[in-house]
């Protein structure tokens, strides 16, 4: 684990070089949204590239996080939140 925790809103696992973010719910509230797989690739802008190229359609253009990542997020068909990004500073 490296953020988050039982009580907290977003707890983000570091599993191999890849990261898993799950979302604490209370009990009652609806199951929308359980947190999103980070899949890391070589070049975020060429990957965004080529899903438009498939016809998917992004949430948003790839950016630059405060955290250190270029990243965008795509919905697949189920609803699942992929998010793909690329550590900023690999070359």
Known sequence: MLYGGNKAELTSFKIGSSFLNIVNLSNDAPLNWWGRVIIYVED??????RVLALGLVPEFPPRDA????????????????LSFAQPLGWD
């Not at 405060?66 to 939140?81: A, M």
Request: glycine content about 10%; charged content about 35%; proline content about 5%.
């Open 66 to 81: 405060r955290w250190g990542e270029r990243y965008f997020h795509l919905v697949d068909p189920d609803g699942h939140e």
């Open 44 to 49: 975020v802008d060429v990957m965004h590239d």
